[in-house]
């Protein structure tokens, strides 16, 4: 009898939580990396649910670096309730703004500040830049499910404790096409990667590249 | 009302410069050996193209100072102060002074920005490092050096910027208008001593020695001063400048401007005549590899001076044009460049010959011995003709040399 009952406790655990590995690829089939994947529920009303059940899962910190005169990472996706920290790395100050309209946003930080007192009330893009080194060009995904992640080297994307209730899958990033962008994907889970492509192919990232050759240059142009 | 307005507007960047402004102060220490074969140099009024006498010369070729104040509201100052110790002209003084306020862009990545005070027009695809110094040559092309040597002025200008990368495009533009004053005699030098090839930007105060054109003496121009103001206002009229600038893919810069000084030739004060100078400008920056670029100018105009009645005494055209390769391999970097020039006499004025046809090559090598230390040594191969040489009793059909050698510190 306890052995039944451990089997049977054990089987729903298993269902109830499972490692789902995802792996994005481009439209030749080669890794996708740096693309941000979140998971919503395919009945948004179990939305407070998930969060509720997430109150264990210490929320972590999303740092946005300025380094080497570059928003680095080019993409960060996190959700709304995870604080998000700006971190100057680099020995110049740098004067950072969004143009979003609801969100709009502008500070100077000065080399070796940060900047943690920035958040956001629902999902939503933001575009980034620095009002000093014009080439430098961040986004930022706000998301509102605890579950997403940006692609690995090999285009993966791992997520862990995920209840089997039905997910839809989407995809951002910058340089993605709309019809990507909008895409809503429903999967099964298994215990096999789950496959997507895109249907577009992705434009190239910005290089986020000083175009003067000198160390010294003053604005000039 | 005014002066309320200006204290309080004083009170404020006062008091925020002791709360968060920030400042930075950087510059270019610049000295060299050089040795000119040819005629001594316009800086003191003779005919030489170069900025250095025949024969040798050690000299502190410039000492840059750039002070800038940046403030959290969108505002900076910008401060540029230059000395000369080159043993032909000794002089320190302000370079630049402008105060500028720059809006951030908004969601469709437009953005507004302005600029007033002492500043350049933005013409020079050379000079884009500290003090409006060259990263390439330690001349500048003939044509950027009269940039440097005239054409500055007081000014507001106002510019729009369309960054592409909010639209997921490699094209940004810019679009810049400028009003201005205090550029009322632009064009005297560029007449009376044509194109030269210059590492020296003249300073706010400077005045500038006119080159010996028989007219002077007795003749029809017997009522110029000896010296040429360059930034003096007479007319009280105002300029208009305007130019576009496009930038593709990190790769391709290209500009086009419009100036015309608005000049009224009738007025002449101290000595000093008012020249109505009107020129276009093109320029070109390419990539050819990330370590390779090719830069280009093309200026042309015309410029003239009447007497208070308004008999045209002067009317020339210019032109001159450059195309430049640099190549950059670790610490070496290589530059090439040749130009030709022209000034086209169209007056009939007796013994104030403006004519001027010529050519220039120049070889150029740096070396990088740390990131603000640079060994720089260049060649400059000049040929041209000018009639009024024989004013001086020079040789119209002349070719100068200049030999150059530079230990420059950028901080």
Known sequence: MIKFLTFIFVYILSIGVMATEFKVTDVLGAPASGIAVYLIPQDESKLNDLWANQTNTASTKTIISQENKKFSPYLSVTSKQNPIVFDNKDDITHHIYSIDKENSFDFKLRSGEQKSDISFAKKTTIAMGCNIHDWMAGHLLIVDTPFYGITNIDGKVVFSDLPDIGFKLKLFHPQLSEVDNDREITFTLTTKPFLVKLIEPITATPLQQDTSEFDFVEGYE | ?411
């Open chain 2, 1 to 411: 009302m005014k002066k309320r307005a200006l204290s309080l507007l004083i009170t404020c960047l006062v008091s925020n410069v002791s709360n968060s402004a920030e400042h930075k102060l950087t510059g270019l220490i610049d000295s060299r050996v050089s040795q000119v074969d040819g005629i001594n140099s316009h800086v003191n009024g003779n005919y030489g193209k170069f900025r250095f006498d025949e024969g040798d010369n050690i000299s502190l070729s410039q000492a840059i100072v750039n002070y800038h104040l940046d403030f959290d509201i969108p505002i900076s100052l910008n401060v540029v102060a230059i000395a000369y110790a080159d043993g032909i002209d000794d002089s320190i003084g302000i370079s630049e002074a402008t105060i500028k306020y720059q809006a951030i862009p908004n969601s469709s990545g437009l953005r507004f920005s302005a600029r007033a005070g002492i500043m350049y027009p933005k013409i020079s695809l050379e000079n884009n490092a500290t003090g409006w110094t060259s990263p390439y040559t330690l001349t500048y092309s003939t044509l950027n050096s009269w940039i440097g040597e005239e054409v500055k002025h007081t000014g507001l200008e106002l510019t729009l910027d369309i960054l592409g990368k909010f639209r997921q495009s490699k094209h940004d533009v810019s679009i810049s208008a400028s009003v201005y004053k205090n550029n009322d005699t632009t064009g005297t030098l560029l007449s009376w001593r044509g194109w030269t090839q210059s590492s020296r930007q003249t300073l706010w105060h400077e005045r500038l020695p006119v080159p010996p054109v028989k007219a002077r003496f007795g003749g029809m121009l017997k009522h110029q001063a000896a010296e040429t103001d360059p930034f003096i206002e007479l007319d009280h009229r105002y300029g208009f400048e305007a130019n576009v600038f496009w930038q593709w893919n990190n790769k391709l810069k290209l500009r086009v401007g419009h100036y015309d000084n608005n000049a009224d030739t009738k007025v002449f004060k101290n000595g000093q005549y008012v020249w109505e100078t009107i020129f276009s400008h093109s320029g070109l920056s390419y990539k050819l590899t990330p370590s390779t670029t090719l830069i280009s100018q093309f200026l042309t105009g015309d410029t003239l001076m009447t007497s208070p009645w308004g008999m045209p005494v002067v009317e020339n055209d210019f032109q001159s044009a450059f195309l430049l390769i640099t190549h950059k391999n670790k610490s070496h970097r290589y530059t090439v460049r040749m130009e030709e020039f022209s000034v086209t006499d169209n007056d009939t004025t007796p013994d104030d010959d403006n004519n001027e046809y010529g050519k220039s090559a120049t070889l150029s090598y740096q070396y990088r011995f740390s990131r603000h230390l640079f060994l720089h040594a260049e060649y400059n191969w000049l040929d041209s003709t000018r009639p009024a040489r024989t004013y001086a009793n020079q040789d119209i059909q002349l070719t100068e040399q200049q030999y150059q050698l530079a230990a420059k510190y950028y901080w």
